[in-house]
């Protein structure tokens, strides 16, 4: 029901843009979020925005770089990446849960949906 695209070889510096598209379920009552998973690392919450898209959170990785937006009129959640570098390579999912807003780690909360993935490789 969450279908995350927009992944691909990018080179370093780069600015791709992912999408986290939803079907079957309506993304405004939800507070979406992107995971990354590199290979033989945990996975690690990147970003968090809520219902509304009035608050954002971000991995003190990706700060300043990654912004995370949402245009419910299109079901439809990004991650806009900045200056990728070869660390930002990883498998990048979104996920949903019902959760009202709060100041816990992204992880922490119970996401009910996840999308399928989508391959980020940076290269230098």
């Known amino acids: 029901q969450l279908q995350a695209s927009g992944g691909g070889l990018v080179q370093a510096g780069g600015s791709p843009r992912l999408s986290c598209a939803a079907s079957g379920i309506s993304l405004n009552s939800y507070s979406i979020a992107w995971f990354r998973q590199a290979p033989g690392q945990a996975r690690e919450g990147v970003a968090r925005i809520s219902y509304s898209g009035d608050n954002a959170k971000y991995a003190e990785s990706v700060k300043g770089r990654f912004t995370i937006s949402r245009d419910n009129a299109k079901n439809t959640v990004y991650l806009q990446m900045n200056s990728l570098k070869s660390e930002d390579t990883a498998i990048y999912y979104c996920?949903?849960?019902?959760?009202?807003?709060?100041?816990?780690?992204?992880?922490?909360?119970?996401?009910?949906?996840w999308g399928q993935g989508t391959q980020v490789t940076v290269s230098s």
């Open positions: 996920a949903a849960d019902r959760t009202g807003w709060g100041s816990r780690a992204i992880e922490y909360y119970p996401y009910d949906y």
